[in-house]
Structures are given as C-alpha cells and as structure tokens.
C-alpha cells in the first residue's frame, strides 16, 4: 500500500488538481493585526480569487474596512461578530457579502476560525483598510495573500 502523499506534504499539485493539507501548514501571524492569523489554501491571479483559514486569539479585532470583493465565511471553530452588528456566529453559520460592505471583525472570548473565499477584486485589491474617520490607509490585495501563500 503506498503512502498518501498529502499526509507529508502541506500542498501538492495531480492532475490539474490542487491538494492542501492544511493541518500540515503554519499559523502565519498578520503584522499589522496583532492576535490575528492565517493559512492561504489557493490563490486564483486571473479570477482574483482567494480561499484561506483565519483565526482570531480571544478578543482579537481585525481593522475595519470595506469588501470589495465577493466574501463568504464558514465558522469552523468558536465565536465572532462584528462591532458594527448585533449577531454572533458560531461554528456551523455561513455567510455570503457582496462587495460594499463595512465592518471590523473580532473574535469572542474562546477565539474563532473560518473558512474564507474572496473573489473578484477590483483592481487586485480585496479589502479597503479604514481609520477612525472612514478614510481609506491601506489595502489587502492579491499580493497581500501570495506573501502569506506556502507552496
């Protein structure tokens, strides 16, 4: 019996096929957002898409901004919201944002992980990053994830 190659190796291409073991891949700490982290899964350049795991410390909050992009979200693990809402998901809740909306995500007390898929960045950029005023101070774009990305 051979042994399954994705049972050593975080990532590996077959047939046309991107595999990833993500188990096998590294918390990578975002600088700019200290408490949060993230584990690129696949990245599209030409369709601009991205699919990542991200995970919030307890009471960690990732800056407000505004998608530009398509975002969905599965909840793997614990609680979050957003300061601007009332609700809280948990694991099993799944949500759909089309591009516009406005928010600043922080995690609970027990933390959280999610599932994430961006798509269609306009101009290759994802999320326009906001101070307290509104005004736009920085970006998350395509080459903001290919830094994160582990081949």
Known sequence: MSINPLESSPRIREFGIEN???????????????????????LDRDKRRVDFLFK????AEFPRH??????VTLTVEG????????EA????????????TTHTPFAFEEGTVVFQSFTGAADDV????????????GHVDLAFFEAFLER
């Open 56 to 59: 919030q410390e307890p009471h």
């Open 126 to 137: 994802f999320l326009d990053l906001l101070d307290a005023d509104g005004r736009v101070i």
């Open 66 to 71: 505004i998608h530009r992009c398509t975002s």
């Open 79 to 86: 609680r979050w919201g957003y300061r601007e809402g009332d």
């Open 20 to 42: 990833v073991n993500a188990a096998l891949m590294a918390w990578k700490p975002i600088p700019s957002a200290p408490g949060n982290f993230i584990k690129v899964l696949f």
């Open 89 to 100: 998901h948990f694991v099993g809740t799944f949500m759909h944002e089309p591009a516009g």
